[in-house]
């Protein structure tokens, strides 16, 4: 499988190997799709994340829950990936929308991978047209379990449980998107955003001090949350890309865990 984390060249030089992948997120509420059709890297192809990398949203199961495999099967048929293709995705925030599709695919133990840097990192000029991309078939697999985290398991002290949100909202800043602020109790403030610069992933030694002070270690039981489970597999690829273990998903994240009386921990 390749690292979850290829070049801009490495792309470039692989085009007619890969399906590139634009998943972006608007948090503005504007129109990912119009996003996508205003300029995107030559053949890529549209991936909603809210239609098909998404099940319904309920306070009960979060705003992201995932969808099921039938679904999300049927959305990558739809946009062409098939079931030995190789896929690099991309966003406009360095990759950490765009995220929930790599880790999804690597999960399910498809060779796919973020293009570092983002469309911001495209050196040549975008197209506005749609790709000419034939239905393809995307086998059902079952979300492996332990791959995934439970609400009690990111509240169990043996787990390294992991808070990808901004830290303002990790420390019980106003949070717009949810009924409560803080965060769950024991867990670490492990920022995805923070892992870029200029759109791009830091040096390995930066990011392995960072992963340290969160108290990752090889072999660390990991949990990684965040708003919605969407940007926590941002963290989660990252500890692939240094070897320190895959971790688990908890899907509901934030946006399930505050809607039920469970304790939230602040940094005030």
Not at 44 to 65: C, M, Y
Not at 117 to 133: R, S, V
Request: with cysteine.
């Amino acid at each position: 499988m390749i690292d979850p984390f290829v070049s801009v060249d490495w792309v470039r030089s692989h085009r007619e190997q890969v399906i590139i992948a634009d998943v972006r997120l608007c948090l503005d509420g504007s129109s990912p799709r119009a996003a996508y059709d205003a300029g995107h890297v030559p053949g890529a192809t549209f991936v909603d994340l809210e239609r098909w990398l998404s099940g319904a949203p309920s306070p009960q199961d979060g705003r992201h829950p995932l969808p099921t495999p039938e679904h999300f099967a049927a959305g990558m048929g739809a946009v062409g990936i098939g079931d030995h293709a190789t896929v690099v995705a991309y966003d406009d925030a360095g990759g950490v929308f765009a995220a929930r599709l790599v880790w999804m695919l690597r999960t399910l133990g498809r060779d796919a991978a973020l293009m570092d840097g983002g469309l911001t990192a495209w050196p040549e000029d975008l197209e506005t047209d749609d790709p000419e991309l034939l239905e393809a078939q995307f086998t059902p697999q079952p979300w492996p379990p332990e791959a995934l985290a439970s609400i009690d398991d990111a509240q169990d002290p043996h787990n390294v449980v992991l808070d990808a949100r901004p830290r303002e909202r990790f420390d019980g800043g106003a949070d717009a998107l949810d009924p409560r602020a803080g965060h769950i109790p024991g867990a670490r403030s492990l920022p995805c955003r923070d892992h870029l610069q200029d759109g791009k992933l830091l040096p390995v030694d930066e990011l392995l001090a960072a992963a340290h002070a969160a108290g990752v270690e090889r072999g660390s039981a990991v949990v990684s949350y965040c708003g919605s489970g969407v940007t926590a597999c941002h963290n989660l690829l990252v500890l692939e890309h240094l070897g320190l273990g895959s971790g688990r998903l908890y899907p509901g994240s934030w946006s399930q865990y505050s809607h039920t009386d469970l304790p939230a921990e602040t940094s005030a």
